[in-house]
């Protein structure tokens, strides 16, 4: 069987609306991936030779080197939703060693995690796949839980063990936004004149953006915001959750609520309910695809390959960068989870599927 053959049927009944669909917004306004993404879009900023040089490391590595697209492990899953909840399933991924095994093995760009995991093996393997050490985590022990994003280190840190890259994670929407706002936009300036690469990971978190039982914590809208923001502070990736619906500003302010701007044609002129045209008004909001969109894998499931696969046509024929997908791997075991990795990467290689 065909790798094209193959995505058609782990898409199944979705293959036709979701491989021939025609975006509602032209991809003409977009900056897409390709091979001189780094030179084309990043050569003319403000970033210093050093930071393109660990830009052209992380779209250089793994199976999509070169490609303009980006496939990431990560895994920070013993921080943000604890150890024994995430390895429970793999004990071997408590040794954070096999993080970076399986991220070596899966062929991917980069390897995403904690300052621990990534520092007790950094002399064996910073030189073998790029390091995005995650600066901030929701440490998930104060009762009763509370959802903020707190520095489990430094960026002098991350440079010290080799890092490519640092990310961080800001919960807008959240009573701490605010100051995570300014802390991580203080830590990617400082992670640029050092010479990394920036990605961040633009989260929503709001108990009242769930409504009449509808959660817009994923709504296209909302978290296309959301990545202008993260853009705005200068992130050269951004990290989003796919989105599953749209109307949150409209829900938002529906009675005597008033929340935010908005303007109704962000939904009858730049979006439908297709999901191609939900992951591309947020790839819209990434400055028309300077700053890359790679979207979340999910957690794991019954049908975790045919839910990457698909996850990876709706972002790359949205017009974005990639997929980071991590409990969809790690949670398996380890052939399964590369071969995970690779039926992902092989949708960004197969140019049956197109850019919408």
């Known amino acids: 069987m065909s790798t094209f053959s193959s995505i058609q049927s782990l898409l199944g009944t979705d293959a036709d609306t979701l491989l021939t669909h025609q975006a509602k917004v032209t991809k003409d306004l977009l900056h897409l991936p390709r091979p001189t993404f780094v030179n084309d879009i990043f050569g003319p900023t403000d970033r210093n030779p050093q930071v393109l040089r660990s830009l052209a490391a992380l779209y250089g590595t793994g199976r999509l080197a070169n490609s303009g697209y980006m496939s990431i492990l990560p895994v920070d899953q013993g921080i943000e939703h604890s150890a024994g909840a995430s390895f429970a399933k793999n004990p071997a991924y408590f040794d ?176 439908s309910d297709h999901p191609i045209d939900l992951c591309r008004y947020q790839l819209l909001n990434c400055y028309c695809g300077r700053a890359g969109l790679i979207n979340s894998g999910g957690a794991s499931g019954a049908n975790d390959l045919a839910d990457a696969v698909r996850t990876a046509v709706i972002n790359k024929r949205a017009g974005g960068t990639g997929l980071i997908s991590g409990r969809k791997a790690f949670q398996k075991p380890f052939a399964d989870g590369v071969k995970l990795l690779n039926a992902i990467q092989d949708v960004y290689l197969c140019p049956q599927v197109t850019v919408a």
């Not at 910073?126 to 009762?143: D, G």
């Not at 978190?205 to 993260?230: E, P, V």
Request: with cysteine; net charge neutral; charged share 20%.
């Open 96 to 271: 954070g060693e096999n993080i970076v095994k399986l991220a070596i093995a899966g062929g991917c760009n980069a390897v995403a995690s904690t300052f621990g995991v990534l520092s007790s093996v950094s002399r064996k393997y910073a030189h073998q796949i790029p390091f995005l050490v995650k600066l901030n985590h929701n440490e998930l022990m104060t009762y009763p839980n509370k959802f903020d994003q707190i520095m489990f280190g430094s960026v002098r840190e991350a440079w010290n063990l080799g890092a490519t890259a640092v990310g961080a994670t800001i919960y807008f929407g959240s009573d701490q936004s605010a100051r995570q706002i300014v802390e991580v936009a203080r830590a990617f300036d400082e992670a640029h004149e050092l010479g990394m690469a920036t990605v961040l990971w633009c989260y929503l978190r709001n108990n009242s953006f769930k409504i009449d039982g509808k959660d817009y914590h994923t709504s296209a809208d909302l978290t296309g915001q959301a990545n202008h923001l993260g853009v705005t502070i200068k992130a050269d990736i951004i990290k989003q959750k796919l989105p599953e619906l749209n109307g949150g500003f409209l829900a938002l302010n529906s009675g005597d609520s008033s929340y935010g701007k908005l303007d109704k044609r962000m939904y009858s002129d730049l979006a």
